[in-house]
């Protein structure tokens, strides 16, 4: 088992900043590869980025490229989210999850463990 918190999330104006972070705890977690997903009001969870256990190998949706970076520290077994030039639409709740596939890594179906979730705000 894995359990997975999520932090950082808030209200920010359009063209800030925030860093979220999700704490692991449980499993060994550097064999565990993790992604972002988020979830706006009326909409189905979207991927937004993922790091991979094996190589750090990191991929992003094309909406997010150039604005978010995603990084981990295993010694902390801490995955962040660092979200820059926000925009009116990446409001939404944010979510960690993990898994140790290494495949399908943009389909939330993949990911065996979630975490309960930030909300994030972006005003415009």
């Known amino acids: 088992q894995v359990q997975l918190v999520e932090s950082g999330g808030g209200l920010v104006q359009a063209g800030g900043s925030l860093r979220l972070s999700c704490s692991a705890s449980g499993r060994t977690f550097s064999r565990f590869s993790v992604g972002w997903f988020r979830q706006a009001p009326g909409k189905e969870r979207e991927f937004v980025a993922t790091t991979t256990w094996n190589t750090g190998s990191t991929y992003y949706t094309d909406a997010v490229k150039g604005r978010f970076t995603i990084s981990r520290d295993n010694a902390k077994n801490t995955v962040y989210l660092q979200m820059n030039s926000l925009k009116s639409e990446d409001t939404a709740v944010y979510y960690c999850?993990?898994?140790?596939?290494?495949?399908?890594?943009?389909?939330?179906?993949?990911?065996?463990?979630w975490g309960q979730g930030t909300q994030v705000t972006v005003s415009s």
């Open positions: 999850a993990a898994t140790t596939s290494l495949i399908r890594y943009y389909t939330s179906g993949t990911y065996d463990y």
